[in-house]
T-cell receptor, first 113, second 111 residues
Framework: NAGVTQTPKFQVLKTGQSMTLQCAQD?????MSWYRQDPGMGLRLIHY???????DQGEVPNGYNVSRSTTEDFPLRLLSAAPSQTSVYFC????????????FGPGTRLTVT | QQQVKQSPQSLIVQKGGISIINCAYE??????FPWYQQFPGKGPALLIA?????SEKKEGRFTISFNKSAKQFSLHIMDSQPGDSATYFC??????????FGSGTQLTVLP
């Protein structure tokens, strides 16, 4: 099993550009989520999904969109990048929403200039 | 509003010493308290977790102490090793199953 994979590892965007961060898991996990990690602030939940076709907002959803068309994939879209979205983004998954143990991907470091 | 407060921000310990990281929470509905370990360039990984029906949980050199009345929990790393040097995050979750993370502690264990 590859676990949770994320692409790209690094990305630089100009303000106003759009892009999609990819996340995939091969563990047949129902629950997937996106976090951003900023210095001194820990990890903050952006969006999450409890299964294919079901998504919901987390603590900091503004500026981000998600969809979950398959169990395996959970892409995060930035519609119009802003410098405030410069961060490290982590995707995570767990067996179900009732299972607390989350497995994290390696992260995507995004810089918006 | 930060629901999980973590301290210290950084910690330097000699090899063989005890590392102690503390967290305090506000939401009494939290019922799951994990600790995650993160190495540079990697994603966080679950280290150890506790539920509020026990006051202590030990796994090898890692121990969680939990004080429900004080709404505090802590991670103790016994016989700290240079390989333990990493960033540690406490977290908490309630019935919604969403993890709320502390701000992290950067641990350095000197050889």
């Amino acid at each position: 099993n590859a676990g949770v994979t994320q692409t790209p590892k690094f990305q630089v965007l100009k303000t106003g550009q759009s892009m999609t961060l990819q996340c995939a898991q091969d563990m047949n996990h129902e629950y997937m989520s996106w976090y951003r990690q900023d210095p001194g602030m820990g990890l903050r939940l952006i969006h999450y999904s409890v299964g294919a076709g079901i998504t919901d907002q987390g603590e900091v959803p503004n500026g981000y969109n998600v969809s979950r068309s398959t169990t395996e994939d959970f892409p995060l879209r930035l519609l119009s990048a802003a410098p405030s979205q410069t961060s490290v983004y982590f995707c995570a998954s767990s067996l179900s929403s009732g299972n607390y143990e989350q497995y994290f991907g390696p992260g995507t470091r995004l810089t918006v200039t | 509003q930060q629901q999980v407060k973590q301290s210290p921000q950084s910690l330097i310990v000699q090899k063989g010493g005890i590392s102690i990281i503390n967290c305090a929470y506000e939401n009494t509905a939290f019922d799951y308290f994990p600790w995650y370990q993160q190495f540079p360039g990697k994603g966080p990984a679950l280290l150890i977790a506790i539920r509020p029906d026990v006051s202590e949980k030990k796994e090898g050199r890692f121990t969680i102490s939990f004080n429900k009345s004080a709404k505090q929990f802590s991670l103790h790393i016994m016989d700290s090793q240079p390989g333990d040097s990493a960033t540690y995050f406490c977290a908490a979750a309630g019935s919604a199953r969403q993890l709320t993370f502390g701000s992290g502690t950067q641990l350095t264990v000197l050889p």
